[in-house]
């Protein structure tokens, strides 16, 4: 999914190009893989923009301890078929161009905000859910911080290539 609506989205993977979306919304069904899927996504009027499906350990893999042994995890961890794809991504799209300075800035400055309560709500989630490993729990929560730093500068870099009319 993008916002705005209608973009071309292509998916790709280490693997190289697993699927194209065009117009979103739409929905593509991925291989299970240990690859991290880019979605890159492209509308006119807006900048190229894109997002990540993460590859994660999906919890049945320890059934396959059971049931295949070491041999079959093994098989599993080469081939990724022990890793899912969250359901879906949202790719926000930034307008190329603004009629003021304050309408770019009133724009990006909302973004951010609404990717800031996201990542509280994100970082809430995980902390309630980390195991009694405090130092695997303190790197996710690191993790999550380096993301949302990323995210922000990656708006930042947006709001400084958009163009003001007139300007």
């Known amino acids: 999914m993008t916002d705005p609506s209608g973009a071309s989205c292509r998916l790709e993977s280490n ?6 979306v065009n117009p979103t919304p739409g929905s593509i069904q991925l291989e299970k893989s240990k ?15 894109a997002g990540t499906l993460a590859s994660s350990f999906e919890g049945m893999t320890f059934g ?3 049931f295949g042994g070491i041999v079959g995890v093994g098989i599993d961890a ?23 300075a304050m309408a770019r800035d009133a724009f990006f400055d909302q973004k951010i905000a609404a990717l800031r309560v996201r990542h509280e709500q994100t970082k809430a989630t995980t902390a ?25 500068a990656d708006l930042e870099l947006k709001r400084a290539n958009a ?5």
Request: aromatic share 4%; hydrophobic share 35%; net charge negative.
């Open 163 to 167: 163009r003001v009319d007139g300007a």
């Open 78 to 100: 080469a081939s990724g078929a022990m890793n899912k794809y969250p359901p879906s991504v949202t790719v926000q799209l930034a307008p190329v161009s603004f009629p003021s």
């Open 15 to 20: 693997r190289g190009i697993v699927g194209i």
């Open 35 to 49: 690859d991290n899927v880019t979605v890159l996504c492209e509308k006119e009027g807006y900048q190229p923009s």
């Open 128 to 152: 309630s859910q980390c195991s009694a490993d405090e130092n695997a729990c303190k790197s996710r929560l690191s993790a999550l911080d380096r993301i949302l730093d990323a995210d922000v």
């Open 64 to 66: 396959n301890i059971i």
